[in-house]
């Protein structure tokens, strides 16, 4: 469904308006279109510790306008503020902070560049986590990079989005590929997060097609996030199999013929589910992806014992029974990609939603704590939590409730299931085992639960 107001917002009546009574001025997004290259159309500006050198190292893939910044030697062209070109996307290294007074070096680098941002620009943070660290101040100091990141996450104008990688020992050599999801418009909804890596065995071959040679299941894919998903995973190269309810088969059919992939029609809630689903996948599989999601909203008060299994069943009870029948008979391969759609009312809560968070909150739970058991076969386990996206389940609710979901957030709108889809693609790839037991937030930074 379309928001108006981000057209409105932007019309030259509606930005005088919009100015005058102090409302939300959400930025028109850039998106990443089909056919495109380098992950940034425009300047690159690089500063900041050791790690801005290994960045150095493949920026040229990245865009072919690469700039540095601050006082360690120089990586690159040098950037002068007010005379360099505006900047698509920044890098800074924050790892070697090690105490309080070096904390400056943020506001140092930062404080220049802001009004110097092109539309859309993509900002990067990078750190070592805490919880790595012996040195309680050095642990301190990077702990201060979230309060800060996603402060001035909330302080970008025109869509920009800023996010904090905590990079572990060994990981450094899989930043090429989390750099191509965050400094890009693949991540055009994707802000103030905090993501952590660690050292991954597996490498993405060819960016053009990243998923290439990969089987991947996406459950719910006859419309909506799950359909574009289906529609992502295809375009990296993933040989897709496109699961959803008989009576979606029609729209199935439609979309695994366009996308040349394999349609499943089956209730993943049906006693013998998972016994089905293994028959169709002999070949195995590499990437499942738990998308099929229903709402049953009502107040606990008045909730039905119906409402109440139904959501479980589906959004909680289905992913966790089927990814143990997949890992269990070796149909998921080893160095697979599991990913699960949480969503952000299973962090923050909402009214009316008791049974859904519950179900999206235990899936966040499931990622944590089944990820490290999965580790020694290399498969990965995530959930991605997308917050007001614009779909069929949105458009029903109310609009009151839905301007305040749209405009409740950083990026003041809504975000379109191709978000979710992009972020879901990048968890998917081989080198994304190098973030596990996480969920990443597609929310625009909304306030919810933040
Ligand atoms: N739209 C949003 O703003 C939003 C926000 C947060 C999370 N999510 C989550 O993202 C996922 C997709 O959401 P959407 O908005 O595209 O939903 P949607 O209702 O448009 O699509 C869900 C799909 O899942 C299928 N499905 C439902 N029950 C099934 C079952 N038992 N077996 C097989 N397939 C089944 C449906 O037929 C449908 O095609 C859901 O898990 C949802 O909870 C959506």
Known sequence: MSDRYIDFANSSLGQRLVAALGLPSPARLERWEAGRLRPVDGALLLGGGPLARNVSAFAHKLTEHIYSYGPEPLLAQAWIPGHGPTLKAVLFDASDLQHTGQLKQLREFFQPLLRNLDHSAHLVILGRDPQTLSDPFAASAQRALEGFSRSLAKELRNGGTLQLLYVGAGAEDQLEGALRFFLSPKSAYVSGQVVRLKACATQVQDWTRPLAGRQALVTGAARGIGASIAETLARDGAEVVLLDVPAAKADLDALAGR???????LDICAEDAATRLIEQLPGGIDIVVHNAGITRDKTLANMTPEFWDAVLAVNLNAPQVLTKALLDSGTLHDNGRVILLASISGIAGNRGQTNYAASKAGLIGLAQAWAPLLEDRGISLNAVAPGFIETQMTAHIPFALREAGR????????????????????????????????????????????
Do not use: H
């Open 259 to 265: 996308l040349g992939g394999q349609a499943i029609t």
């Open 407 to 450: 405009r409740m957030s950083s990026l003041g709108q809504g975000g379109l299931p191709q978000d979710v889809a992009e972020a879901v693609a990048w968890l998917a790839q081989p080198g994304s085992g190098a973030v596990s037991g996480q969920a990443l937030r597609v929310c625009g930074q909304s306030v919810l639960g933040a």
